[in-house]
């Protein structure tokens, strides 16, 4: 059998890291959009599949549902076999479901084939947390992981960008084939050009029982819960809520939140590669970050209008997003590179039903109260839950920056 691990020279190693990174984010990105193209396309799948505006929920819920299940599977599964392998495998076998999902021919059938979507796509996040962290040293793992992890902003663009322009000239089917098919191609071509890092014998990962009894994972989770709970439930909820709750087009509804995730996209990296020059950790600046994103969240609830919403995005999309690269870069150093396929896998898994509960509970408290303010409020308790679950994490301690030799 060929052996795809290496063991590059100093600049090989530069050089491939960088080309491992765009890999990586280009997967993750591919996979962003295809759990995205549900919410542009749920209208006339609906119609098309006799689902009503009620049941449509039921998609994007089965999606999550397989999502969750195999974040915790795959990082485990790239722990033992190799992340290359099942990122590669998960990017096509989720853009095969794609295709498929084109072609259902009911409900039923639909909601059926976006669980194994779902089920197939969650496994590229943690082997690439586990290539990144292997190809990159701890001091410079802000900046990549705030390039790898601006994917899931990037999908949510570029699916509300292309998607309805699909729908106009052709149908919503065409979108999830052709998005499936490229997410298919690119996984041949990740299969062909990443390469593991030569390291430590693979490991057996750990019950999932004792990573989650890891106290400080176990808080980054928590932390990860509360933060997605706050933008994704932002993500869901703030188009309907401005169009019901202030008369806002749906247009310019839709125009705040681009704005929201541009803002996120274009800070991820930003961020990351701050904390790795200051070398000063990355807790604190997390914890502040989700303090900000809850008084943005609260600020956006007693706005009105369209103008004074397109002003509040920006800041609320650099809060919303700019805590998950630093969450990300503090996993591989507390569980160690080993084993950081399974503790990015387990801990992503539980800050996604952060995005799972989220949905349901400011649905209700709106069609309760019939207040805007209120559902806002609401989406502020999470991130100011996870500041304070992260606030109690140890920090792992950083390794020092390389110092120049004297001549």
Request: proline letters at 5%.
């Amino acid at each position: 059998m060929r052996d795809y691990s290496v063991s590059p020279s100093v600049e090989e190693r530069s050089r491939r890291r960088w080309v491992v990174l765009l890999l990586c984010w280009a997967s993750l990105t591919m996979t962003s959009v295809d759990r995205s193209t549900w919410g542009p396309a749920s209208l006339q799948a609906g119609e098309a599949l006799g689902v009503s505006l009620a049941g449509l929920g039921a998609f994007a819920t089965a999606y999550y549902v397989g999502y969750v299940l195999s974040n915790i599977g795959g990082g485990m599964l790239g722990d033992r076999i190799g992340s290359r392998v099942v990122l590669s495998g998960s990017l096509f076998t989720a853009g095969g479901f794609m295709v498929a999902f084109g072609y259902v021919p009911s409900a039923g059938a639909g909601i059926a084939v976006q669980a194994l979507i779902g089920l197939c796509a969650g496994a590229d996040f943690a082997a690439g947390v586990k290539l990144i962290a292997s190809w990159f040293p701890d001091r410079e793992r802000g900046l990549a992981m705030g390039v790898f992890t601006m994917a899931s902003s990037l999908g949510t663009m570029i699916a509300n960008m292309v998607v309805p322009r699909l729908i106009q000239v052709y149908d919503w089917r065409t979108s999830y084939h052709l998005f499936g098919v490229v997410s298919m191609v690119l996984a041949l071509v990740c299969l062909a050009l990443l390469r593991e890092r030569r390291g430590p014998a693979p490991v057996r990962p750990p019950p999932l029982r004792d990573l989650l009894r890891r106290r400080d994972l176990l808080l980054i989770g928590l932390a990860g819960f509360g933060g997605l709970w706050g933008t994704y439930g932002f993500v869901v909820w703030s188009n309907t809520l401005m169009v019901t709750g202030h008369g806002i087009d749906p247009v310019a509804a839709g125009t705040v939140v681009v704005v929201f995730a541009a803002a996120g996209a274009a800070g991820k990296p930003v961020i990351g590669l701050a904390t790795d020059l200051a070398g000063r950790g990355r807790k604190r600046p997390a914890v502040a970050v989700m303090i900000a994103f809850a008084g943005c969240l609260l600020v956006f609830g007693g706005l009105e209008t369209q103008p004074a919403f397109l002003a509040m995005a920006a800041f609320a999309g650099l809060g919303a997003y700019l805590y998950t690269p630093l969450l990300v870069a503090m996993v591989p150093s507390l569980s160690g590179t080993a084993l950081a396929g399974s503790a990015a896998g387990a801990m992503n898994a539980l800050a996604q039903l952060g995005s799972v509960a989220v949905p349901v509970v400011v649905g209700a408290v709106y069609q309760m109260s019939g207040s805007f303010t209120a559902a806002f409020s609401t989406l502020a308790a999470g991130p100011l839950a996870g500041a304070v679950a992260l606030s109690f994490v140890r920090e792992a301690a950083r390794s020092p920056r390389p110092q120049p030799a004297e001549t």
